[in-house]
Each structure stands twice: as structure tokens, then as C-alpha cells.
């Protein structure tokens, strides 16, 4: 595994548990060699999550739009710094250059970010792992929904079971570096095949 895609808020939450986490898992990738590709940011969880990776030995490739780079967010002590013109331009190149994904705590782009790399697994469009660094549970509403999606069918068991879930950082790297998936198709559900009760 060469690089990490990384997903975390550009603020710092509520606990200093998740800079503490964010700090953790940098550096935990850097001591191993693995690459981060994040947001670019110099904010937030972002920012401590690049610095510690930094700091490790390791690199770190941030993807940012240009407006961004203009509003004065973007990290400027990088490995590398790459400018783009749209966030969809920006997610589809920070998944290019990964080997997984994993979400730290952050917010809505957070969460619409990591549920996207996880439809495209369901899809298979890429067999990469994606996991959550649910860090003092904060990721714990997230699963009892999916578990609900999984129950109610609208997501199958063996999908689900493709996300990797962990609340150590050295432990969820070493998950990563370990899982391999393969093709599994979704079911397409023919409203031919529906009957009625």
C-alpha cells in the first residue's frame, strides 16, 4: 500500500481526542512509508494530520481547488500541493492517487465524502478498503444506520462487512494494509419480480 486517502474536518470538533487521533493516525502512517492524500488544507484535523505525517518522515500529497488556495487554506509545507478547478475534480484525483480511504471525525463533506468511496466499492468501481477511525465512538450513529440499511435490505451483508471499522490508528493501518476485496455484484431487484402480498 503506498497511499492513505484521508477524510477529516476542517475544524477541530468538540474533543481534543480527535486532534489526538488525527495526530495519531499521520504519524502512524509516516513511521510505515504510506503517503497521505488529503484535502490540502492547513486547517483543522487536516492540518494536524498532514503535520504529523510530516513529522513521521512520510508524504503528503494535498488535492485543493484553487478558491481554496486563494482564501489562504491550503498547506504550503507539502510533499506536493495539487490545485484543481472543482471539488468533483478534487475527489475523483485524491481517488486516483489512493490505495484506500479512511475517515477521521469531521463534518458533512466528511461524511458525503467517505459514504461516496463506499457506494463506489458497493459498485465496484474500485475493490479498495474504506474504513472509519471511529474515534470515542463518534462514528457509532453511522453504523447502527448502516446496520438499519443492511437490515431493512437495501444494503447486503457482504457490502456492509466491506467497511472496516477501527478506534486505533495503528490498528486501522494495519487493517487497511491487510484487506482485500473482490467483486461482489449488487443485486438488481426487476420490479418484474415484485409481487404483491
Not at 477524510?7 to 502512517?29: E, H, K, L, Q, V
Not at 512509508?33 to 488544507?41: E, P, R, S
Not at 463518534?138 to 456492509?160: K, N
Request: with cysteine.
Amino acid at each position: 500500500m503506498r497511499r492513505i486517502c484521508v477524510y477529516s474536518g476542517s475544524s477541530f470538533g468538540a474533543s481534543p481526542d480527535y486532534a489526538a487521533a488525527a495526530r495519531a493516525f499521520g504519524t502512524a502512517c509516516g513511521r510505515r512509508g504510506i503517503g497521505i492524500v488529503y484535502g490540502g488544507g492547513s486547517v483543522g484535523l487536516m492540518g494536524i494530520l498532514a503535520d504529523a505525517a510530516l513529522a513521521a518522515g512520510g508524504s503528503v500529497i494535498g488535492v485543493i481547488p484553487r478558491t481554496m488556495i486563494a482564501e489562504e487554506r491550503a498547506h504550503l509545507g507539502l510533499t506536493e500541493l495539487i490545485p484543481v478547478d472543482s471539488m468533483h475534480e478534487r475527489k475523483q484525483r485524491m481517488a486516483d492517487l489512493s490505495d484506500a480511504f479512511v475517515a477521521l471525525p469531521g463534518g458533512i463533506g466528511t461524511l458525503e465524502e467517505v459514504t461516496e468511496v463506499f457506494t463506489w466499492l458497493q459498485l465496484g468501481l474500485h475493490l479498495k478498503p474504506v474504513g472509519l477511525f471511529n474515534v470515542n465512538g463518534f462514528y457509532d450513529r453511522l453504523i447502527e444506520f448502516l446496520d438499519h440499511l443492511r437490515d431493512e435490505q437495501f444494503l447486503t451483508p457482504t457490502h456492509h462487512a466491506m467497511l472496516t471499522v477501527g478506534s486505533d490508528a495503528e490498528l486501522l493501518v494495519e487493517q487497511l494494509m491487510s484487506t482485500r476485496h473482490t467483486l461482489v455484484p449488487k443485486p438488481i431487484h426487476r420490479t418484474s419480480e415484485l409481487r404483491e402480498n
